[in-house]
């Protein structure tokens, strides 16, 4: 019974496919999609290019919530309204100077920075991102080649500054 129902659901796939790649063969035009907010995405109004929420949840956890803050910022930057861009700067901003001194006065540990590094990514995802872009956002997810260069090298560099600060 299962194998019957892989084998056709199967064939359904490959039937969808054939008829996906036909549309474009033949250059039709895609439908249009809406968003919640009631704009329409179609080939002459293509979705906007983000950074996934998955995306920002992990470089919140390695590199901060300053570094996934600006991530968020862009995404921000490439809707057509723009609000709330400075307003998740701003929380990355603070939400860093306060986890700085939390860190060294109080927990004094690197895994008490990994936890609230964890707790800023949950805002950053949970909060901001649906305050700012939407719950049902369509978009096209952005590489985040760049931002692992970046944040790569930036480590790298806090790395150096400890280790020659210490000689």
């Known amino acids: 019974m299962a194998i019957s129902q892989l084998k056709s659901s199967s064939f359904a796939?490959?039937?969808?496919?054939?008829?996906?790649?036909?549309?474009?063969?033949?250059?039709?035009q895609l439908p249009q999609i809406s968003n919640e907010e009631g704009n329409i995405f179609d080939n002459n109004n293509p979705l906007p290019v983000f950074y996934s929420e998955n995306a920002l949840l992990v470089f919140s956890v390695l590199f901060g919530a300053l570094f996934s803050s600006v991530m968020l910022a862009m995404n921000i930057n490439a809707t057509k309204a723009k609000r709330g861009m400075w307003q998740v700067i701003g929380f990355g901003v603070l939400y860093t100077i306060m986890q700085g001194a939390v860190v060294n006065s109080v927990l004094k540990s690197s895994g008490s920075s990994v936890f609230l590094n964890v707790i800023g990514a949950v805002i950053i995802r949970s909060f901001l991102w649906k305050e700012y872009l939407g719950s049902n956002t369509l978009y096209t997810k952005r590489s985040v080649a760049v931002p692992a260069i970046i944040g790569a090298a930036l480590t790298v560099l806090v790395l150096l500054a400890t280790f020659y600060a210490q000689k």
Do not use: A, H, I, K
């Open 13 to 28: 796939f490959q039937n969808y496919w054939q008829y996906l790649v036909q549309r474009m063969d033949n250059s039709e």
